[in-house]
């Protein structure tokens, strides 16, 4: 059974830091490819960051510069670091693992969340 468990979340003034972080469980971590989405009210997930099983990472172009996305395969943990956070990055942040196979369908899980709210 494929679990992601996303942990971090919380409130943060802007201009601040927070740090995301989701263990993965019933994969072999390593051939997949991990990555950090965000929803809000009303609108569709958006991709925030993700990072291939070779370390290749890429970034919405809204966090480039800010937000940081790593991975320990030993530990079968992704992380999202985020810093100078803006009003406008609040809202809950779902882990992703995605794998694609040779007949171009796809293999994806998504965890369960992490609301991250950014005010004063």
């Known amino acids: 059974q494929v679990q992601l468990v996303e942990s971090g979340g919380g409130l943060v003034q802007p201009g601040g830091s927070l740090r995301l972080s989701c263990a993965a469980s019933g994969i072999i971590f390593s051939i997949y490819t991990m990555g950090w989405y965000r929803q809000t009210p009303g609108n569709q997930r958006e991709l925030v960051a993700t990072i291939s099983r070779g370390g290749s990472t890429d970034y919405a172009d809204s966090v480039k510069g800010r937000f940081t996305i790593s991975k320990d395969n030993a530990k079968n943990m992704v992380y999202l670091q985020m810093n100078s956070l803006k009003p406008e990055d609040t809202a809950v942040y779902y882990c992703?693992?995605?794998?694609?196979?040779?007949?171009?369908?796809?293999?994806?899980?998504w965890g369960q969340g992490t609301q991250v709210t950014v005010s004063s």
């Open positions: 992703n693992a995605e794998r694609q196979y040779s007949d171009n369908t796809k293999e994806k899980y």
